[in-house]
């Protein structure tokens, strides 16, 4: 049980320190600057001055798909991407809304509850002690799925 828990403990911490790298990583994003897309980063700068977190990493990723997301544990560490897509469909105004969405997900940390939150409910998943509440649940919504067929 030991051995259970402190690789669950180093699991989270990991999830904690690295989830924006991995994202990052397995989407194919790249990192931009002032240099190669002075419109995006200056965006993003002029929103993070308006109350929303510092000024965050900015990626691209090469993608048809219109699309943005933020990432990071904290507005410290922040990194928002977007897609080629979502730059090539939208105006600066449809792109501010977009981005300004995202960078609220920083602002409020939803992007550390989205990271931690399904690493934290592992071990319900896995506890057969624990698990025991959530098989009522499952019953339960098993019970209104026939219902409705």
């Given at each position: 049980?030991?051995?259970?828990?402190l690789?669950?403990?180093?699991?989270?911490?990991?999830?904690y320190?690295?989830s924006?790298k991995?994202?990052l990583?397995?989407c194919?994003?790249?990192?931009?600057?002032a240099?190669?897309?002075?419109d995006l980063v200056?965006l993003?700068g002029?929103?993070s001055?308006e109350g929303?977190?510092?000024?965050?990493?900015?990626?691209?990723?090469?993608?048809a798909?219109?699309?943005a997301?933020?990432t990071?544990?904290?507005?410290?560490?922040?990194a928002m991407?977007?897609t080629?897509?979502?730059?090539?469909r939208?105006d600066?105004?449809?792109?501010?809304g977009v981005?300004?969405h995202?960078l609220?997900?920083?602002?409020n940390?939803?992007?550390?509850?989205?990271?931690?939150g399904?690493?934290?409910r592992?071990p319900?998943?896995?506890?057969?002690?624990?698990?025991?509440?959530s098989?009522?649940?499952i019953a339960?919504?098993?019970?209104?799925?026939?219902?409705f067929s």
């Amino acid at each position: 049980m030991l051995i259970a828990f402190l690789f669950a403990a180093a699991s989270n911490l990991s999830a904690y320190w690295n989830s924006d790298k991995v994202v990052l990583s397995l989407c194919g994003a790249l990192p931009v600057d002032a240099q190669s897309a002075p419109d995006l980063v200056h965006l993003i700068g002029e929103l993070s001055r308006e109350g929303v977190p510092p000024d965050a990493e900015v990626y691209i990723v090469d993608n048809a798909q219109p699309n943005a997301f933020a990432t990071g544990r904290n507005p410290e560490h922040a990194a928002m991407c977007v897609t080629t897509g979502l730059l090539q469909r939208v105006d600066r105004e449809e792109l501010a809304g977009v981005l300004a969405h995202e960078l609220s997900h920083v602002k409020n940390r939803d992007t550390l509850t989205m990271t931690l939150g399904p690493r934290l409910r592992a071990p319900w998943r896995c506890s057969p002690i624990l698990r025991s509440s959530s098989a009522v649940e499952i019953a339960t919504r098993s019970e209104l799925s026939e219902s409705f067929s």
